[in-house]
């Protein structure tokens, strides 16, 4: 069983598909793995640490793709990624096909067996392979860190002689995996916190965090699943009417309102960010799905009014090392079973829910239902695990996950990242 592991070479990419703890995992599995040259350099993970984990460092990786039997990738790979890959071969990344789906045609093409990391069923048994909510939590956490960063004034108060420095006000809009990490952290650096959604479940979540809940009555937010529907035109009226009157008393607004299968919604208008105070600060998390400010560009950081509005789309590379970490365990976790123990081959069991769930493409055709491929047998039942199990300090969280034959959601998947564990504040 050959595993090789490129260098992510997409713009803004730091993460790395194995970590030299995974990497010693998957040897003792029966694996023999090769990673490029300065893959982990990114994510602090040298050369010699996957040397002395049991990899082989090559500086060229094209053989070892040509010869490996899975790839293991964060993002989607290059069109001459794909070429050099053996037909055949397992291809395991974070592969975003509604943003891309020209690079899934061309893996299915080349006879890839492609598994998209960002389908892994929401299910008990495949929570440690949860990439969206491993990398979410990461984002929310990370979201919170760059609003400290571009705010210039104190995110706690302070009592000096010389006066007293009031604290900051965070407000922060969508409270799953992402916005729950947020309030989390958000509380922790001293703000005081409010957040909002649209689903019930969320408001008890959010005052276990410290923080207040502030919403709309609405009959049931919920879309199924545990995801958000889309507001009719009536409640998004008074949702735009509740956050206008909040945001203008808020120093700092964290977005992270998502609904599988669609475009962010819009829910900060540019008349609201005109009525904020200046110097505050916006992180629009949905900005790789649109944003949910009607101001944020994706990947800029921009001013308007004296707020900054930042769209960083690459909110888990910018903290890189724990993303690669979780994002490489999540990878072995799935891995894991795949592997005959005796043979010491991959052979995953087509028929499995976790198998059939993430399988996008094999035998040349792209099969995955949600992508329009022909639909597998329906899956056991599958039990969903509530947002406040998760927990920071386990290392999970962060996106709206995907589950066979649901829609996808929007653009973006690749970088966000968002587990259902619900963070500590204290
Ligand atoms: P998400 O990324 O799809 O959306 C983020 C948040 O935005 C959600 O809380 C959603 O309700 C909210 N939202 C959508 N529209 C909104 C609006 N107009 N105004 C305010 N908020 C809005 O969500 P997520 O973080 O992936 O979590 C969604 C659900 O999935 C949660 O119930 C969570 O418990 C569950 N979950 C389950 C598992 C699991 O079973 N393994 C893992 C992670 C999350």
Redesign the pocket.
Known sequence: MKIAVPKERRAREARVAASPETVKKLVGLGATLTIEAGAGAGASMLDAAYQVAGAMIAADIGPALAEADAVLKVQRPSADEIAKIKPGAMLCCIMAPHADPGTLKAAAARNLVVFGMEFIP???R??SM?V??SQ?NLAGYRAVIEAAAHYTRSFPMFMTAAGTVQAARCFV????????QAIATARRLGAVVSA????K??GEQVESLGAKYIFIDLPE??GG???????TPDE?KK?AELVANHVKSQDIVIT?????GRPA?K?LTRAMVETMKPGSVIVDLAAEAGG?CELTKPDEILKHHNVSILGFTDLPSRIAVDASQLYARNLFNFLQPLVDKESKTLSPKWDDEIVKGTLLAKDGQIVHPALGGKPAPAPEP???????S?SVDSGA?????QRAGEPI?APGDEA?V???RRPSAS
């Open positions: 929401r299910i008990t495949a929570q949860d969206l909510s979410a809009i969508g409270a799953g995996v992402a916005g729950l909002t959604d649209v689903r479940a969320a937010g919920e699943g545990g995801y958000a529907r889309a507001l998004q949702q992270t309102a998502l609904i599988p919604p829910l949910n599958q039990t969903l695990i509530p947002a406040s998760p969280p962060t996106q709206p996950p959601p966000t968002v587990p259902p």
